[in-house]
């Protein structure tokens, strides 16, 4: 006998929107431009092996992690072609493992180019590199007051070949205003620079989504899309017709049914208490798998096309919702999260407001209980 090992609590990822959002970022590129589709942290939560899986059949040559260890996720995965391009950074015993599964390592310093070079020695081969400069994120990168220094000791690591120059912009929303226009006319500089140091970038990069989106002038030879892909606009959808389509829904059911009389506490604490008979339905999705405890007494879900407010504390494996006005709920009736049902919808930007937070961080917060389904 198979043992059944699912549970009801899971995030459908829509096939068809990763591609349709796929097109849609490709239509406001130049062809010229390559797209680096950013499968970090899980792909945001999507799964990184198949999201890579699809967006290689439409054709992406080019994937974003983090780290080394998402690297090889990817390869084992089955992406055997394209370039992988690690770019948060990489430690001594990480760099065995960026030759062996073929990724393209991006250089925050001169120490770890030489770890990359030392590596090389005795190989006689060469491997492309990008280099960061921090253009004022203050976060990663070379400085620009080091980049001469960086890069005359470069030309002494012939192991390595400079094949791009990238930054990261200050901000993932807003990519208009001074900030970022003196983080562009610092990439600039850094572009003079390693020309005439003799490696000019044939690879610039600088935009994530919101650039992707607001700003074509940063696209330059190479754009890093992550939240857009899943089908969210970072700063929320725009006025007007908006085609990035939300590519996940986070969905569970009801688990158990009380009507409970008026006066009655609901949760830890009992934050919540009921001031009429009430119809609680209580979820099996609580704070272990992601959704955020700060949902308490904040949230919404989607019941029969109906929104129904999350009462009481999250706890860590379930969650309660008043469900008194809403018609006909029984027991196993899908609940949705965040997504669509029918023609309602809760949008991961409104539970990300909820829980004062960002979209990026609802997604990657989705914990390993919950189980990734995947239609289309
Ligand atoms: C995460 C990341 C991105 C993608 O950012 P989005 O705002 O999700 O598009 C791009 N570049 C780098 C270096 C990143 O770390």
Same mark, same amino acid.
């Given at each position: 006998m198979k043992i059944r090992k699912s549970r009801p609590t899971v995030a459908v990822i829509d096939r068809a929107a990763l591609r349709s959002?796929?097109?849609? /970022?490709?239509?406001? *590129?130049?062809? +010229? !431009?390559? *797209? /680096?589709? $950013?499968?970090?942290a899980d792909a945001y939560g999507h799964g990184a092996a198949e999201v890579a899986r699809v967006l290689e =059949?439409? &054709? %992406? +040559?080019?994937? &974003? %992690?983090?780290? !080394?260890?998402?690297g090889v996720e990817v390869r084992e995965a089955g992406v055997v072609h394209p370039? *992988?391009? $690690?770019?948060?950074?990489?430690?001594?015993?990480?760099?065995?493992?960026?030759? =062996?599964? =073929?990724?393209?390592p991006v250089v925050l310093d001169i120490d770890m180019a030489r770890l990359l070079d030392q590596r090389l020695r005795s190989s006689m081969r060469s491997v492309p590199v990008h280099v960061k400069v921090d253009t004022g994120l203050g976060r990663l990168g070379v400085p620009m007051g080091e980049l001469t220094d960086? /890069?005359?000791?470069?030309?002494?690591? =012939?192991?390595?070949?400079i094949v &791009?120059?990238?930054?990261?912009l200050g901000s993932a929303v807003h990519v208009q205003g001074e900030t970022i226009e003196r983080q562009l006319s610092v990439f600039h500089r850094a572009e003079e620079l390693l020309a005439i140091h003799g490696f000019p970038p044939q690879v610039r990069h600088l935009a994530n989504s919101a650039a992707l989106i607001a700003r074509p002038d940063l696209h330059f030879d190479l754009v890093r899309p992550g939240l857009a892909l899943y089908g969210i606009y970072p700063g929320g959808p725009p006025e007007g017709p908006h085609p990035l389509r939300p590519a996940m829904t986070l969905r569970t059911i009801v688990l158990q049914l009380r009507r409970l009389p008026a006066g009655h506490g609901i949760g830890y604490d009992q934050t919540f208490v009921t001031t009429r008979d009430s119809l609680i339905a209580t979820l099996p999705i609580g704070y272990a798998d992601g959704y955020p405890r700060r949902l308490s007494n904040r949230a919404e879900v989607l019941i029969r096309g109906e929104r129904a407010?999350? %009462?009481g504390r999250v706890s860590m494996d379930t969650t309660m919702v008043d469900v008194t006005d809403i018609e006909g709920v029984e027991r196993n009736d899908e609940v949705v999260m965040w997504g669509q049902q029918g023609s309602a919808e *809760?949008? !991961?930007?409104?539970?990300?407001?909820?829980?004062?937070?960002?979209?990026?961080e609802i997604l990657t917060r989705l914990g390993r209980r919950v189980q990734r389904a995947y239609v289309n």
């Open positions: 959002n796929l097109a849609e /970022l490709r239509r406001r *590129i130049d062809p +010229r !431009v390559t *797209i /680096l589709a $950013v499968v970090k =059949r439409e &054709g %992406v +040559r080019s994937f &974003g %992690v983090a780290t !080394v260890a998402e370039d *992988i391009v $690690v770019l948060a950074g990489f430690t001594a015993d990480q760099v065995e493992a960026i030759f =062996r599964f =073929r990724m393209t960086f /890069l005359r000791e470069m030309k002494k690591l =012939r192991g390595l070949q &791009g120059l990238c930054s990261h407010p999350v %009462v *809760i949008l !991961v930007d409104e539970v990300a407001a909820w829980a004062e937070t960002i979209p990026y």
